[in-house]
């Protein structure tokens, strides 16, 4: 299987409404910090929390009830499941696994909120951890990429990395379990097996083979000569490491055990907890075989218990659920209780559990029907019944309970059904439902309730309760269909939504429908890239400090070169000091834009990028100004013959006449004249000015001749000349290896873009004395990105997937208010591809998608858009057309108006938009005049092949046909010829949107192919 190559991803998380501490899913992890009463947890919401237990002391034998606990800290370490934590260094750091792969270290008592320092990181999930002693130096983890690592808890890394399959391979070698202490280290998991490691030199020392089923805990004495195990099996299992064998194995659980706790040196005493949400309590001590010890149900959970701790007379237990319970513990030295009859079994079963639901401590006694059988051959002991019971057994078995013991124990009735004290968490998302317009998506919380959220703005928008999901969905849903931008993911209980580089800008939505608080810089039929409007304002801060970073490099450069002009001027020769280098190109008196440019750049059909490169902006500050935020496509035609060699990265194409996209002629129009093709353009010059040549490019020459190149992973982009003449290739001799100046090699990051700039800017000077430098930094402006306020807590992330890893890896993460205080970190993760899109204001290139369709007259009551051919099956209309599926039906009706009406002259009539009085038909559907071709597909066509759609007049207009004919004419010529316009013939329309050709098409421009 081939290695799947890194890439960098945008991930950010809405913030959730101001809530209390505390966890928002279920809590994986547990630990006590008995002497400065303090408990920890770790959720599958990614978060540490830290509770005040309030225990007046866990050690005095008079303590009273403890207060309501209290909630300490948090802080997001994860942003994936925490599977376990565990205390180190004398209870002052927590060391925490996730499934994020990574091992971090917390220090409770710090006041910092940056993210804890990560200590290692594994290759697939982390699931346990191990800390051999309060005070050692090392921690170790075990994780579902079949590693036991050993990492240094000072940060200095890992020490020492072991195989759990041993060198064989397996699939099975998953590490679920670890235990240690300073002298072995012993795991667990899928296999069955329980290995036995020396963590000094990670060799085996020997391995247990006896359970059926998943290992899912275990725990080592302090000797560090007895193992305990808990498995899927149903079983605990006590290994002697002197012996080598299994010495007991208990079967007190009758599901899966899933959790083992015990601060016994011995393990002489020990909880365990199962599938089914019981918690058993065994005591061993004082006997002279393990299985003569006491075993009680302590207390039934609703929920499997994932993890148990106890302390004091207290016990806790983690669950699926965000909250956690507090119990009593029970007294195993206290004398058992005397059983109850069979006969009143039903209702005193009712009712001892109706007096354990709200124990008000601990009980005197334990009850009988609490109690456990270790084995299925253990007995309990006789010194511990009762004295009326033990007499009544005296005349028949003294060493065996009554006959229906068994089955009395067989029904076990806990101690404690209900807990002491509940911490209750929050409610985190679990659910979640795009909706059609890709900008609003609906949640469901582990309450109940759905929120409505806006994905561009980072808020939610309405809560409607407790309410069915779907039932919303239909509600609020809109018939629309926008391409997928954004992956949506909850697994953390958060909102977060993450943008791929190779389809975050697939997204277009027309600006009339973004519900924009100020529309004034709004055009007509603008389109904003939702991925491109929502990064540009993620990141603003680091926009503007860039900017301004840029600015103060500028000026220092300016007076660097002013300086050595001055040293040098008494040896330089004389030069007369020349005016800014900025080619004199006629401008628009209003906007400022040259005459070759659309009238309202972005107006079209095409995704929002710009050529943004070094030369237009440098050379030229008005095209830099003014053009760099217009669409491929839509850049004026002097930018697309005057590009340099870094517009081979921007997403131009070539341009000619669009029927669909171009404005009403006035005047007739000759409907005879198909539309022109690609193949009939005028070629392009093979070289124009601030166009390097062909060895240029390939040297990866810039805006001042010098070999500079960055180091691409793949090509971008391409240029903006699709048709280029045939040329004759001339074998050039490379010159020497000595000869040859070395490339200079920018990374693929923010910081290399930055340095890159800054080497033209020198180069600039070092060759335009006197020159303006203008800035090559050119961000995208408020009309083609309307400024949004996001929330200063939506976190924001930078990562990276790669084929070393399951999960993506943080490069980067803070709340965008501590972006300004971020950059040089941001420097270093951003990747080129932002960058780029950032202060370029350039998107990757990429091929829009085009929908086929076919035009035809309702009823035959107009004349067709085309002529019939003759060639075809049964005459069949071979009027086949292509466009970019975000144009809006209204520009379908704007081309059959241009196809088969002649002006009447008559201004009011003319004043009438084509969509005023033509009407477009889908399935016999009236189709609305700003739906576009992908909604008109998805929730009108709904079938294969190409759409059929049918247009006619209203009535509202008397339509004039071309010719007064309503028939096309035999004059008209055929789909396959389409002459470019004879000379003094009236030329293609053109406009705003006349930014593609027949079969083919520039970034998101509509075209027209006829086939």
């Given at each position: 299987m081939a290695r799947k190559l890194s890439h960098q991803r945008v991930t950010y998380v809405l913030p959730p409404p101001d809530a209390p501490g505390?966890?928002?899913?279920?809590?994986?992890?547990?630990?006590?910090?008995?002497?400065?009463?303090?408990?920890?947890?770790?959720g599958r919401d990614g978060v540490i929390c830290s509770w005040d237990l309030d225990l007046p002391s866990l050690t005095s034998p008079n303590a009273q009830k403890p207060g309501p606990t209290k909630f300490r800290n948090q802080i997001q370490a994860h942003t994936h499941w925490i599977n376990d934590i565990v205390l180190v260094q004398n209870n002052s750091a927590l060391v925490s696994a996730s499934s994020d792969t990574t091992v971090r270290l917390w220090r409770p008592s710090s006041e910092s909120t940056d993210v804890p320092q990560s200590i290692g990181k594994h290759t697939d999930y982390v699931k346990c951890l191990a800390s051999p002693s309060p005070h050692s130096t090392w921690v170790a983890s075990g994780g579902l990429d079949h590693k036991v690592n050993l990492w240094d808890l000072n940060g200095k890394g890992q020490i020492l990395s072991i195989d759990n399959c041993g060198g064989t391979k397996t699939t099975k070698g998953s590490v679920?379990?670890?235990?240690?202490?300073?002298?072995?280290?012993?795991?667990?998991?899928?296999?069955?097996?329980?290995?036995?490691?020396?963590?000094?030199?990670?060799?085996?020392?020997?391995?247990?083979?006896?359970?059926t089923n998943v290992v899912r805990d275990i725990l080592i004495n302090r000797d560090g000569d007895t193992i305990m195990t808990a498995s899927s099996d149903q079983t605990v299992k006590i290994?002697?490491?002197?012996?080598?064998?299994c010495m007991h194995t208990l079967t007190m659980h009758n599901d899966s055990v899933w959790s083992l706790y015990s601060d016994h040196p011995q393990l002489s005493v020990f909880y365990s907890s199962d599938r089914s949400g019981l918690v058993a309590k065994t005591d061993t001590r004082n006997v002279s075989d393990i299985e003569q010890g006491i075993c009680v149900a302590a207390l039934q959970e609703h929920e499997g218990v994932v993890k148990v701790v106890a302390a004091g007379d207290h016990i806790w237990t983690a669950t699926p659920k965000s909250s956690i319970n507090r119990w009593s513990d029970i007294d195993t030295t206290a004398e058992i209780d005397a059983p109850k009859e069979r006969s009143a079994s039903s209702e005193s079963t009712e009712t001892k559990s109706d007096d354990k639901s709200a124990p008000k401590g601990r009980p005197g006694k334990i009850p009988y029907e609490s109690l456990l059988l270790l084995s299925t051959t253990s007995t309990l002991p006789s010194s511990r019944l009762p004295e009326s019971f033990a007499r009544s057994t005296a005349d028949g078995l003294p060493s065996s309970p009554r006959p229906d013991l068994d089955d009395d124990l067989g029904l076990p009735i806990p101690a404690y059904a209900l807990p002491e004290e509940t911490v209750e968490g929050q409610h985190g998302l679990i659910k979640h439902f795009l909706l059609n317009d890709r900008k609003r998506t609906l949640t469901q919380d582990s309450a109940g309730e759905v929120v409505l959220w806006d994905l561009l703005k980072c808020v939610p928008i309405k809560s409607f309760g407790k309410r069915h999901m779907d039932d919303v969905a239909s509600e609020v849903n809109t018939v629309e269909s926008v391409a997928h931008w954004c992956s949506i993911d909850i697994r953390t209980g958060r909102l977060s939504v993450i943008l791929e580089p190779g389809r975050c800008f697939d997204a277009e939505i027309y600006a009339d429908e973004a519900d924009l608080a100020d529309t004034s810089e709004v055009r007509e039929d603008q389109r904003l890239n939702l991925g491109k409007w929502?990064?540009?304002?993620?990141?603003?801060?680091?926009?503007?400090?860039?900017?301004?970073?840029?600015?103060?490099?500028?000026?220092e450069a300016i007076a660097k070169a002013e300086e050595l002009a001055k040293l040098h001027s008494e040896t330089a020769p004389v030069d007369i000091p020349g005016k800014s280098l900025t080619l004199p190109i006629p401008s628009d008196p209003v906007h400022g834009q040259s005459l070759g440019s659309p009238t309202t750049p972005g107006y079209g059909i095409g995704f929002a990028t710009t050529p943004g490169s070094l030369t237009s902006s440098v050379l030229?500050?008005?095209?830099?100004?003014?053009?760099?935020?217009?669409?491929?496509?839509?850049?004026?035609?002097?930018?697309?013959?005057?590009?340099?060699?870094?517009?081979?990265?921007?997403?131009?194409?070539?341009r000619s006449s669009d029927y669909f996209s171009s404005p009403k002629t006035h005047g007739p129009v000759d409907a005879d004249k198909p539309l022109p093709t690609p193949g009939e353009q005028t070629p392009t010059p093979t070289q124009t000015f601030g166009e390097p040549d062909k060895e240029e490019r390939k040297k990866g020459g810039s805006l001042f001749g010098k070999k500079f190149r960055m180091d691409f992973p793949k090509k971008l982009g391409r240029t903006s000349s699709e048709v280029k003449p045939q040329i004759q290739e001339e074998k050039v001799e490379e010159p020497e290896p000595s000869s040859v100046k070395e490339e200079k090699v920018f990374e693929s990051s923010l910081s290399g873009l930055i340095e890159r700039t800054r080497h033209e800017y020198e180069e600039f000077l070092s060759t335009h004395q006197g020159q303006e430098l203008a800035s090559a930094l050119t961000p995208s402006h408020p009309s083609e990105t309307p400024v949004l306020d996001i929330p200063p807590r939506t976190v924001v992330f930078i990562q990276e997937e790669s084929g070393d890893?399951?999960?993506?890896?943080?490069?980067?993460?803070?709340?965008?208010?501590?972006?300004?205080?971020?950059i040089d970190k941001l420097e270093k993760s951003v990747p080129l591809w932002l960058a780029d899109l950032l202060l370029k204001n350039q998107m990757p290139f990429k091929e829009p998608v085009k929908l086929a369709f076919t035009l035809k007259p309702y009823d035959d009551s107009l004349p067709p858009v085309v002529k019939p051919d003759p060639t075809g099956i049964n005459g069949a209309n071979n009027s086949r057309l292509n466009a970019n599926r975000m144009l809006r039906a209204k520009k379908i009706l704007a081309y059959v108006s241009e196809r088969i009406e002649e002006a009447t002259g008559d201004p009011m009539q003319d004043m009438m938009k084509p969509e005023e009085y033509l009407e477009l038909y889908c399935q016999h559907t009236l189709i609305p005049s700003n739906m576009t071709l992908a909604t008109i597909r998805a929730h009108l066509w709904r079938t294969g092949g190409d759409m059929v759609l049918h247009y006619k007049s209203n009535g509202k207009k008397e339509i004039r046909l071309i010719g007064s004919q309503k028939d096309s004419g035999d004059n008209r010529p055929t789909p396959e010829a389409t002459p470019q316009p004879e000379s003094g013939s009236a030329?293609?329309?053109?406009?705003?949107?006349?930014?593609?050709?027949?079969?083919?098409?520039?970034?998101?421009?509509a075209s027209v192919h006829n086939t």
């Open positions: 505390g966890h928002r899913l279920g809590v994986n992890g547990l630990a006590i910090d008995s002497a400065n009463s303090t408990l920890y947890s770790g679920y379990a670890l235990s240690a202490v300073p002298s072995i280290v012993a795991s667990g998991g899928p296999e069955k097996l329980v290995r036995v490691w020396d963590p000094k030199s990670g060799k085996a020392i020997t391995k247990f083979v006896g359970h290994w002697s490491l002197t012996a080598g064998r929502i990064l540009r304002w993620l990141f603003a801060p680091l926009i503007d400090e860039e900017t301004k970073r840029d600015a103060e490099y500028r000026a030229n500050p008005a095209v830099g100004s003014h053009n760099m935020g217009t669409s491929p496509g839509e850049s004026s035609d002097y930018l697309m013959s005057h590009q340099g060699a870094d517009m081979a990265r921007s997403s131009m194409s070539d890893s399951v999960v993506a890896s943080d490069l980067y993460r803070g709340p965008i208010e501590n972006i300004s205080q971020d030329p293609p329309p053109t406009g705003e949107d006349a930014s593609a050709s027949h079969g083919s098409t520039a970034s998101g421009s």
